[in-house]
Structure formats: structure tokens, C-alpha cells
């Protein structure tokens, strides 16, 4: 069950799609690879660390260096 507003936006926006959502922040990296998988952040310098380790050292065995950071703060909902 989702905690903060943060990880209750990204189960609403990945929740049914994603392998699982790991962390805590308004910044979430995003895996698109074999499965999807979220992990948030609290700050965006963060997210890019965390983004720039699996660039280099991909995500799994089925990696096609698919990644993003996505702000959740600037998704409006519907």
C-alpha cells in the first residue's frame, strides 16, 4: 500500500504495469525494459545518479537501455 503522495501518484500512473515501485520522491526513474520498474527520489540530482548506474551497468539481463526520469510533480492529473 502506497505511502506518500509520491508513491500513490506513481502506482496510479505505473501501478498496473510495473514489475514494482521502490523508494520515496517527487522524482521517479524509470526502467522500460524486459518489465517496467519505478524508483522514486527525493531529489532530481538523485534520480540521475540512480539513472546513469543502470545506463552504464543496465538493469537486468534483458536491459535495452530504455530510461527515463520523469518529475511527478509536473504531471497534471486527468
Given at each position: 500500500m502506497?505511502?506518500?503522495r509520491w508513491q500513490l501518484k506513481a502506482t496510479q500512473l505505473w501501478g498496473k504495469r510495473g514489475a514494482w515501485i521502490d523508494g520515496d520522491g517527487r522524482?521517479?526513474?524509470?526502467?522500460?525494459?524486459?518489465v517496467l520498474t519505478v524508483s522514486l527520489w527525493e531529489r532530481k540530482e538523485e534520480a540521475?545518479?540512480?539513472?546513469?548506474?543502470?545506463?552504464?551497468?543496465?538493469c537486468g539481463g534483458a536491459c535495452s537501455r530504455n530510461h527515463e526520469i520523469?518529475?511527478?510533480q509536473a504531471i497534471r492529473p486527468n
Open positions: 502506497p505511502k506518500s522524482f521517479a526513474v524509470l526502467a522500460h525494459c524486459r540521475a545518479r540512480a539513472r546513469a548506474g543502470i545506463d552504464h551497468f543496465g520523469v518529475d511527478l
